[in-house]
C-alpha cells in the first residue's frame, strides 16, 4: 500500500509537472517585440480614434439637429406671419373695393348735384345769377386775404403793415386782426 501510495504521488507529480512545462509559457513576461502585445496595442489605438470619430460624429449630427429644429421653428413662424399677411392684403383689397364703389358713388352723386345746379341756374334770372356769382368771388376773395394775412403776420409785423397798406390801396377790405388770428 505505501508502494501504491508512492506510485500514485509519483504519477501525480509527473503529471502537474507535465501540465506546468504546458502552461509555464503563459506565465513568462511578455517582449516588446510579442506580436500579440503589438496587436493590441495597435488595436487599442484605432480603437480610441474610432471613438473619437465617433464622438465628433455625434456632436455633429447633434448640431445638425439642433440647427434643423432652429430652422423649423422660425419656417413655421415666417409661414405664420405670411398666412397673417395674407388676411391683412384681402382685408385691405376687400377694404379697397368698398371705397372704390363708395368713392363712385359719390362721384355720381356730385354729378348728379352739378347737373341740378347747372338747370336750376338756366332758370334763374341772370341778376339773381350775377349776385350769386358776386357772393361766391367775395368769398373766394376774402379767403386768400385771411390766408395772405395770417402769412404776412408769420413774417412779422412790418411786412404784415405792408400788406395791410396794399390791401386798402387797393380797395380790399382789409379782415380784422381777431379774425386772422381764428
Known amino acids: 500500500m505505501l508502494r501504491s501510495l508512492v506510485g500514485s504521488e509519483m504519477c501525480i507529480r509527473d503529471s ?3 501540465s506546468n512545462v504546458k502552461f509555464k509559457h503563459q506565465f513568462n513576461k511578455v517582449g516588446q517585440d510579442d506580436e500579440v502585445l503589438l496587436q493590441q496595442k495597435l488595436l487599442k489605438t484605432k480603437n480610441k480614434e474610432l471613438q473619437t470619430i465617433i464622438n465628433r460624429r455625434n456632436n455633429e ?14 419656417l413655421r413662424d415666417l ?3 405670411r398666412g397673417e399677411m ?3 392684403l384681402a382685408v385691405m383689397q376687400d377694404s379697397e373695393v368698398a371705397l372704390r364703389s363708395e368713392i363712385d358713388q359719390q362721384k355720381e352723386l356730385i354729378a348728379r348735384c352739378d347737373l341740378n345746379v347747372n338747370k336750376s341756374r338756366r332758370h ?5 345769377m350775377g349776385d350769386i356769382l358776386l357772393t361766391e368771388d367775395v368769398e373766394k376773395q376774402q379767403d386768400v386775404v385771411a390766408v395772405l394775412m395770417s402769412i404776412a403776420k408769420m413774417h412779422g409785423q412790418e411786412v404784415t403793415n405792408g400788406f395791410i397798406e396794399s390791401l386798402e390801396n387797393h380797395g380790399v377790405d382789409v379782415p380784422e386782426l381777431e379774425t386772422v388770428n381764428a
Request: net charge negative; proline share 0%; glycine share 4%.
Open 86 to 88: 395674407k388676411e391683412q
Open 79 to 81: 409661414q405664420r406671419s
Open 124 to 128: 334763374l334770372d341772370a341778376e339773381i
Open 16 to 18: 502537474l509537472k507535465g
Open 61 to 74: 449630427v447633434k448640431d445638425v439637429v439642433q440647427t434643423e429644429l432652429t430652422k423649423m421653428s422660425e
